[in-house]
């Protein structure tokens, strides 16, 4: 693999556990925020765990949403970060990098099924695609969040909280995991090595 795999410096918690990830897959990563260098990466990830709104603004003021937005390589956003990927979200009325249709909203709760969501869930593949290629039946990833885009002509996986929701989507070269595949063991991992090899 190459080493140019970059992991977009956003801010997010989940930084460390994506770069270990990766790590254990033979893909040297790193950190970066610099335009030149996301433009030359092989692979780019862009990871999340917060609110949309100010992650938008620190994309903004790194100067990265009209870099991301050109970006022809194949690029994974993870969690938050594939909310980022979508027109817009609900979770502070804000526009996001709009590379997917759609806005991204509150997860409707019960009684059943708490907000923030949290823990395992089952995905359910809608057809074949390049990012989850090779899983086992009825894969479980692991979740946490309190929004999601809603199932389009552009969701690749769908789960069940609350309401059903895209739990993976693809544009183009822009994909998404609602879910951390970095914490998802075996299915994870496989997801990530899609992402690395395959695309």
Same mark, same amino acid.
């Given at each position: 693999m190459s080493s140019a795999v970059l992991v977009v410096d956003a801010g997010g918690t989940n930084l460390t556990s994506v770069l270990a990830a990766l790590q254990r897959l033979g893909a040297p990563a790193r950190l970066s925020a610099d335009p030149a260098? !996301?433009?030359? %990466?092989?692979?780019?990830? !862009?990871?999340?765990?917060? %609110?949309?709104?100010?992650?938008?603004?620190? !994309?903004?003021? !790194?100067?990265?949403?009209?870099?991301?937005?050109?970006?022809?390589?194949?690029?994974l956003g993870i969690c938050l970060g594939m909310q980022l990927l979508y027109e817009r979200s609900e979770e502070g009325d804000v526009a996001c990098l709009g590379l997917i249709?759609?806005?991204?909203?509150?997860?409707?709760?019960? %009684?059943? %099924?708490?907000?923030?969501?949290?823990g395992w869930n089952r995905l359910e593949l809608l057809g074949p695609a390049p990012l989850l290629a090779g899983l086992p039946d009825e894969p479980y990833a692991y979740f946490v969040h309190s929004f999601a885009a809603p199932p389009s002509q552009f969701t690749l996986a769908t789960s069940l909280h609350g309401s059903e929701f895209s739990s993976a989507a693809g544009r183009a070269n822009f994909w998404g995991t609602q879910f951390h595949p970095e914490r998802s063991a075996g299915v994870g991992a496989r997801i990530l090595r899609n992402f690395l090899e395959d695309m």
């Open positions: 260098e !996301l433009r030359e %990466a092989r692979r780019v990830i !862009l990871p999340g765990v917060g %609110a949309a709104a100010p992650a938008m603004q620190r !994309l903004e003021s !790194l100067g990265l949403t009209e870099v991301i937005r050109s970006l022809t390589q194949p690029v249709p759609g806005t991204v909203s509150r997860l409707a709760g019960s %009684a059943q %099924a708490r907000v923030p969501h949290m």
